[in-house]
């Protein structure tokens, strides 16, 4: 169950609100304590003990690591795009214009994604409908509509 931030500051603040300092000097946390009192507070949220638990030692770990309960900037999968590669992508469609995405991106060594391949084309300044409008005209064998640039002749 994805958390609000509103509980996951509730969660954080409790766990540190529990704990108690021990003769030895160590503190100690209750979880248990923890988990009450989020229930008590958010009766609506329904989570076991064990998933709870778990996402609280994460925001824990979270907290003591950056100083925040906040996850960050993701940094998601990055494309690795060349002036090479953009030209070997337009080499390839102006050679064939009928390939496939998948083809494309085969043989330029990229990524084999959908939403890739159609990022990229747009990139180097094609759009699919438009590789796919020039692949419709060849295979339908259309005839040249008067100032049409896509017709082949």
């Known amino acids: 169950m994805p958390y609000t931030f509103e509980q996951e500051i509730f969660l954080i603040e409790c766990y540190f609100r529990n704990a108690q300092k021990q003769e030895d000097g160590q503190w100690s946390y209750s979880m248990i304590q923890c988990v009450r009192d989020f229930e008590k507070e958010f009766p609506e949220a329904e989570s076991s003990y064990d998933t709870l638990s778990q996402h609280i030692r994460r925001l824990v770990k979270r907290f003591r690591e950056t100083g925040t309960i906040s996850k960050g900037k993701s940094s998601g999968r990055k494309t690795v795009l060349t ?54 005209y060849r295979s339908k064998k259309i005839k040249k509509e008067p100032n049409d640039p896509l017709a082949l002749e």
Do not use: W, Y
């Not at 030209?87 to 390839?92: A, G, N, Q, T, V």
């Open 83 to 136: 002036e090479d590669m953009i030209e070997d992508i337009r080499f390839l469609i102006e050679q064939d214009p009928t390939k496939s995405l998948r083809q494309l991106s085969r043989q330029t060594g990229s990524p084999n994604s959908q939403k890739q391949s159609k990022n990229k084309l747009s990139f180097v300044g094609l759009s699919v409908a438009t590789c796919h409008k020039v692949v419709k």
